[in-house]
């Protein structure tokens, strides 16, 4: 199997050890839980309010919740299954430990996810042909579809949203989000 280059070999990475070990990836969460910890037991700043403020303003706008809504009502899906929809139509295959982390769920979590979408025929299990013990999940032919339908509903909402902002301040946004990105890789690369 050609593994998508964010997913990690299997000899690093294991979803479904004994012990629980995890990869690099643990690694990496356990460094990022730490500094969590660490800013967690501080106050919270002016900037940290407003952007939840921020966020919380920008949620109560149906307008930008309803099309994912709208998508998991019509298709009798779950949030956290359209997210894991979402993410094996953009990476492609993956091992579904890292799938967990990609949605923000345990993987014990994940498994039963993945059993529904599987009995929905949207999702497959395959094991790792290089560790038969990691388990691959990926999109089947309907799955691939319903995928691409999902990716065209977030695309318009994302299109409605940015037609409300100036061309320069869509700009000042995308490299404001592309430095913090860049840093976040450079973080990740010591």
Known sequence: MRRPASTPPASEERDERPDGAGGPEATDDNAANEEFAALSSQSPTPDSQRMLTLFMDLGRFRSLRDPLASICEDLNLTPTQVHALVWL???????????????????KTITGVVDRLAEM?????????EDRRAVVARLTPSGTQLSERIARTMDAGVRQLLSLMAAEDRDALFGM?????A???????E
């Open 177 to 181: 989000l592309e430095r913090i990105l």
């Open 183 to 189: 840093r976040l890789r450079a973080r990740q690369a």
């Open 121 to 129: 025929g949207t999702v497959e299990r395959t094991r790792d042909t």
């Open 89 to 107: 139509g953009h990476d492609g295959p993956m091992h579904v430990g890292v799938l967990a982390q990609r949605i923000g769920i345990t993987k």
